[in-house]
């Protein structure tokens, strides 16, 4: 069986749990790359045009690192998770980008277009196909393996719950999860946060059943769904927190509008945007960072 090597960029982060556990219970071999470090991102830049997004260029950079060391690279390819709406289109065209950069790989790949109706359970068939899987073998890993991560998500949640109760600040931590849990990004402002003993809520630990009750309090409609569910926990957590810290990486289009959104709604909530683009020092970073502390330990408002 070959061995397929796992990108720990972008979609890695919201499909982590779904991904390992399909492949543990086929016995399916996966290599994981390696966490970012600043080599992952000249080798992306390397490759990239210079427009390119700083969280698309480190996607590029962990192919760099893994690709000679698995058989085939998983790229699956997003279009809408819900039908009116749509992801970034960078999920849109990331396995033609792929495939173009690296004409010589084997690619992974599946298809999730729910307005065309290519739902999430076809496109994990579709992957067993491609493996030379039997079809009622791939289903019922696939039905387990969902199982999985919604657990997951719900142990999430609940700790979420737990986390609003403590006798302690709190921060919302806000952004995509491929730049809130990446070590050049997210990490840096995580290590700051919890030496400065804040209780740090995450988007994904708002329960997922609120999301569209809480995203009408900022718009009717949102077209971008993965910014959906961001400004959504903004309006779930805005008056359960101190405040409010929005990660983003430059240039990302989607970000630039429901970032100009969250600031409009924030009403008296205290938030600190911080763009990434130039990951070469901390010092701006946490020269932000320490005069948003000042300010929430001073009760400015800015």
């Known amino acids: ?19 390992k556990s399909f492949f543990d219970i086929l ?32 996607f590029i950079g962990h192919i760099e690192q893994l690709k000679d060391h698995c058989d085939l690279i998983l790229i699956p390819r997003i279009f809408s998770l819900e039908k ?6 960078n999920f849109n065209a990331l396995y033609d980008i ?16 729910v307005k065309r109706n290519d739902t999430e359970e076809k496109a994990f068939l579709f992957l067993g196909k491609q493996l030379g899987l039997k079809k009622e073998k791939v289903l019922a890993a696939y039905k387990i393996a969902k199982t999985k991560e919604l657990e997951e998500q719900k142990r999430k949640e609940l700790k979420g719950q737990k986390k609003l109760t403590a006798k302690k600040k709190k921060i919302l931590l806000l952004g995509h999860p491929y730049n809130i849990k990446d070590p050049l990004i997210g990490k ?13 809520l995450y988007e994904e630990e708002m329960p ?13 409609r949102v077209h971008w769904t993965m910014n959906k569910e961001l400004l959504a926990a903004f309006a779930y957590f805005k008056d359960k927190v101190d405040g409010t810290i929005v990660i983003t990486a430059f240039p990302c289009g989607p970000d630039s509008l ?14 600190l945007l911080l763009t990434f ?21 001073g009760g400015i408002h800015l």
Request: aromatic share 8%; proline share 3%; glycine share 2%.
């Open 208 to 220: 997922r059943d609120q999301i569209n009750k809480y995203i009408k309090k900022i718009s009717p």
């Open 1 to 19: 069986m070959p061995t397929i090597g796992l990108i720990k960029g972008l979609l890695y982060y919201r499909y982590e749990t779904l991904w």
């Open 258 to 271: 429901s970032n100009e959104m969250i600031l409009r709604k924030r009403e008296t909530q205290k938030v």
């Open 27 to 58: 016995k399916i071999p996966y290599q994981e790359s390696k966490n970012s470090t600043l080599k992952t991102l000249e080798l992306g830049k390397n490759k990239c045009v210079d427009e390119t997004c700083l969280s698309l260029k480190l």
């Open 84 to 89: 009116k709406e749509q992801v970034c289109t």
């Open 188 to 200: 840096r402002v995580i290590a700051y946060l919890q030496k400065q003993n804040i209780e740090i």
């Open 98 to 113: 792929v495939r173009n950069l690296y004409p010589e790989r084997t690619i992974l790949h599946y298809n999730i277009d």
């Open 277 to 297: 683009e130039d990951l070469t020092s901390d010092v701006a970073i946490i020269t932000r960072l320490e005069s948003f502390m000042d300010m929430l330990k």
